[in-house]
């Protein structure tokens, strides 16, 4: 196992600066120097890179280094970070939930059965015989004509729901967007519902297929600390209890109502209305909260014709920081490839829009941003506190996990058929031969998933792409077999880590995609619009037309 730990100062400014000295754009992008900033973002010296960590000031610390040895002038006025203000909340919980039925009670226990948190940073959190609703998926969407909540108070209630949205478990294209998750089917968007329709807590049934990821991913944050942005002073409601249960458990809880799994079969119906399942839960947290600030890190390369136009890239710095053990005793969330790599590739790009004569006309932003583990936190408070405003940005090119296995001839675009930025990607990968495709999962809702979606939430067209599996030499069945072993072994687990067979061409073929996408944007004066249908074009017109 690979471990590289905290390099000296000159060794740091070392692999900051290194590259192809001489060579020009995409060319000036360099595997050594990318592999060398991923080792040392994701060393164990740097803990895992959570927030309101000794790791939050290393890796802030190495960036703005970094940016600096690049060429890249301070992105927010005379500041390279932009501050964000957050709490971390820890909540420990129980270690069970007494589950009381009309025929006796029985226990479920954590984080085996099911794993609880909360965002209320009261001291203390207690469900005494709450009871329990099986509330569909928990969505209210008019404009599909769906209200799972309809006729229902479920004030002090406990909404147990299905994680992704009507139609997929049934593979329903009728329903919503299909397989295709929409923001509906997003558990965070869950618990926000539930809140507003003001229940007490509100725990999304898991299923690996719908989720994207295994449960033991859900475990790994157990009793771990959470952070939000600080919202002292806003009007904000939050459940007092949230979080996940097993498929299996929820299936156990149906059959002490005397019910059975068809129930998960009607609720992918029009026109399902919530059911009481005549059950309560009762178990406590306590809650310690701590008020801080994290930090966004920006770097700009000034526009040389229309400065006042911007074009973001943006990758997320943080990880999970020091959590539970894997099998091997390590407890060290390394984040090598989510997302040390895309933090790293920033620094290629920025060396890559530096080298080139002329400069370009429209700035250019590096943006890397804090709190994406903990929900897209360190983007949603830039795109509602913009350091460049909203209608004057150009677009955003998003980083999360490079490839490290190789060069492939596909690239993948999630959220297809968005934007224009999809025809701009598809018109350089088609000049080297390749193809863009559709994210494989769209089941999976990797479009609100990363920092992109809420670019895209601001109005302004935003790109996520990358590697696709048909690798260069060996297939499409070598490429996707990688690719899934990285979800199952590796996502959000200590062994997320830089290993010695690490293949980077792969990186640099996508991130030299990226800034062929970019350096056109830079040139002209043309805006990409969103595409007819997209949710966010009204957004972006409703800007341009006011400027």
């Known amino acids: 196992m690979y471990r590289c730990f905290l390099a000296p100062l000159w060794l740091i400014l070392l692999a900051s600066c290194a ?40 890796t802030v610390d190495f960036l703005e280094r970094a940016f600096r040895s690049v060429g890249l002038a301070p992105g927010n006025g005379n500041s390279f970070v932009q501050e964000v203000p957050m709490v971390s909340i820890v909540s420990t919980a129980d270690s069970s939930m007494r589950v009381k039925t009309p025929k006796g009670s029985f226990f479920l226990q954590a984080p085996g059965d099911y794993v609880i948190w909360t965002d209320k940073t009261d001291a203390h959190i207690d469900l005494d015989n709450t009871p329990v609703v099986f509330a569909g998926y928990g969505v209210v969407a008019p404009e599909y004509g769906w209200n799972d909540y309809e006729g229902i108070d479920m004030k002090g209630k406990l909404a147990l729901v299905m994680v992704n949205d009507p139609g997929f478990w049934n593979n329903d294209t009728t329903l919503f967007k299909g397989r295709t998750m929409t923001y509906y089917g997003r558990w965070t968007y869950k618990f926000e519902e539930a809140a507003r329709q003001g229940a007490k807590g509100c725990l999304v049934i898991h299923r690996t297929s719908a989720a994207g990821y295994p449960f033991s991913v859900v475990q790994n944050g157990f009793n771990s600390a959470r952070l939000q942005l600080d919202n002292r002073g806003k009007q904000t409601s939050n459940c007092d209890a949230i979080g996940w249960v097993r498929d299996s458990t929820a299936e156990r809880l149906f059959a002490a109502a005397g019910l059975d799994a068809t129930l998960f079969e009607k609720a992918n119906h029009r026109g399902f209305r919530a059911v009481p ?31 006042d136009e911007a074009i973001i890239y943006t990758a997320h710095w943080d990880h999970l920081g020091i959590g539970a053990p894997d099998e091997k005793g390590d407890s060290i969330y390394n984040g090598a490839l989510d997302n040390a790599s895309g933090a790293a590739g920033l620094i290629e790009l920025a060396r890559a829009f530096n080298s080139l004569q002329p ?7 590096f943006l890397a941003v804090t709190g994406e583990e903990q929900g897209l936190l360190g983007s949603e408070y830039y795109t509602t506190n913009p350091v460049y405003p909203p209608e004057k940005t150009v677009a955003e090119i998003n980083i999360d996990v490079l490839n490290n ?40 809702g990797g479009y609100f998933r990363s920092d992109h979606f809420n670019f895209a939430k601001a109005g ?34 200590p062994s997320d880590e830089l290993t010695g067979d690490w293949n980077m061409q792969g990186a640099v073929h996508d991130l030299g995609r990226l800034f062929k996408v970019g350096r056109r944007l830079a040139f002209e004066a043309r805006w990409p619009a969103w595409k007819d249908g997209s949710e966010f074009k009204a957004i972006r017109e409703k800007q341009r037309a006011g400027r």
């Open 359 to 365: 400069k370009p006309e429209r700035t250019i932003v």
């Open 19 to 58: 590259g192809d000295k001489g060579k020009k754009g995409a060319d000036a992008i360099n595997a050594d120097s990318l592999l060398r900033n991923i080792s040392i973002l994701s060393s164990d010296s740097f803990l895992g890179r959570m927030p309101f960590t000794p790791g939050e000031k290393m």
């Open 277 to 307: 399942l005549n059950i309560g839960f009762s178990t406590s947290m306590s809650v310690q909260t701590t008020y801080d600030k994290s930090m966004n890190v920006i770097g700009r390369i000034e526009g040389s014709k229309r400065p």
């Open 460 to 493: 302004i067209p935003a790109l996520y792409a990358g590697s696709g599996i048909d690798l260069i030499g060996k297939g499409k069945t070598e490429g996707q077999r990688l690719k899934d072993e990285f979800i199952a072994k590796h996502y959000h687990r």
């Open 405 to 444: 296995f190789g060069a492939t001839r596909d690239a993948v675009v999630v959220g297809l058929g968005q934007s224009e930025l999809d025809d701009y990607l598809k018109e350089e990968v088609e000049k080297e031969g390749g193809y863009i495709v559709a994210e494989p999962s769209p089941e999976a």
